[in-house]
């Protein structure tokens, strides 16, 4: 099936990993025909509407291979040929620390023209090296059906816990951004959590269990809120709304007082491509004004173009609520980053959650 006949509701499964803060579209270039891109990629990466104009630019085509989370990825380039690949969507400092990636020349990419708060030099620089670029990004946040819900509730975290709406919630099961909303409604940052918090966090989480109707992955949350079976989703947003406002335009998202979870995508380029200019060729198209309109739409899953002069119409800037970007930015946290230890009892806790009457 191709990426543009897919339902919304059936394919987001592929974002899964993509909403991090320092996921990776990897680019390198070989395979069998040195005229080719290999690419392993985010689902939002196969639409044609997207691929379509650099393969008939360049005559090249452009070979994607979709895959859901880090791992994933990993496991499929340690087990490739060097060269097999062109783009990717890995860790940037993991996969620099596996000596995967190319550093960018930045003087030939558009960072002055991306949103400041999405440039990620913590996890794209690595010893002074540029080895990524923000290509997208949106929050998990709350998304809303504004005509069953008070659109004034959804500006505060502690409507998802009051009694208002209890029965009418469904909450994304993804223990790390779930996880952050509950650090924001406590008032405590994404980035400082400690195992001292868990108690508070698994209190919170607990009061948004109580007040849910479901706790599913991306598919059944989404259905979820999209048939109407739930007016609330608790890590919903913008790649969970934009792309079905046509069909349903009552679904909204808000970032509320106190802030959202932040994911990004980033471009980044295989070290043992083989055709390097063709590889920095596409990254450039995709951080292009079109390219960022196309991708920032894509029939998987939209999102925010990290590029400020993205080539969007009225209409979908006034979706992805655009104008709007600076101040939401201004609120939103990084996901949070555990080390193994932490990150194993934060999956523990979650499991406890889900596990609780």
Not at 13 to 41: M, R, Y
Not at 42 to 71: I, M, R, Y
Not at 181 to 202: N, Q, V, Y
Not at 293 to 304: D, E, F, I, V
Request: hydrophobic share 40%; with cysteine.
């Amino acid at each position: 099936m191709t990426a543009n006949a897919r339902n919304p509701l059936s394919t987001l499964k592929s974002h899964l990993g993509a909403a991090c803060a320092a996921a990776a579209l990897l680019v390198a270039a070989g395979g069998a025909e040195a005229a080719d891109l290999n690419a392993l990629i985010w689902c939002d990466h196969s639409d044609p509407a997207l691929l379509q104009p650099f393969e008939e630019a360049n005559n090249v085509k452009v070979n994607v291979k979709e895959f859901e989370g880090t791992g994933a990825g990993l496991a499929i380039v340690e087990q490739s040929q060097p060269g097999d690949w062109e783009i990717d969507s890995i860790d940037v400092p993991r996969g620099v620390e596996k000596g995967l990636f190319e550093p960018l020349p930045e003087d030939k990419l558009p960072f002055a023209d991306l949103f400041a708060e999405v440039k990620m030099d913590k996890s794209t620089i690595v010893d002074g090296k540029r080895y990524g670029i923000t290509e997208k990004f949106g929050y998990n946040t709350i998304g809303f059906n504004k005509t069953k819900v008070d659109p004034a509730d959804m500006q505060s975290l502690a409507s998802l816990t009051g009694d208002k709406y209890k029965g009418k919630i469904a909450i994304y099961d993804y223990y790390l951004p779930v996880i952050g909303m509950a650090a924001l409604a406590i008032g405590k940052k994404t980035a400082d959590l400690t195992e001292a918090d868990l108690p508070a966090l698994k209190a919170e989480l607990l009061k948004m269990k109580a007040n849910a109707k479901l706790v599913g992955e991306v598919t059944a949350s989404q259905t979820a809120l999209a048939t109407g079976e739930v007016d609330i989703l608790v890590g919903g947003g913008e790649w969970v709304t934009a792309g079905l406002a046509k069909e349903n335009p009552a679904l909204d998202f808000s970032i509320p007082k106190e802030g959202a979870v932040l994911w990004s995508q980033s471009l980044a380029m295989f070290k043992d491509s083989k055709n390097k200019d063709m590889a920095l060729k596409f990254i450039r198209y995709i951080m292009s004004p079109e390219g960022q309109a196309r991708l920032a739409t894509s029939s998987c899953y939209w999102g925010m173009p990290a590029n400020t002069k993205a080539a969007l119409t009225d209409e979908q800037k006034k979706t992805l609520r655009f104008d709007e970007q600076p101040g939401f930015l201004a609120r939103a946290q990084a996901y949070p980053a555990p080390n193994a230890d932490l990150d194993k009892k934060m999956q523990d806790m979650w499991t406890e959650m889900l596990q609780a009457q």
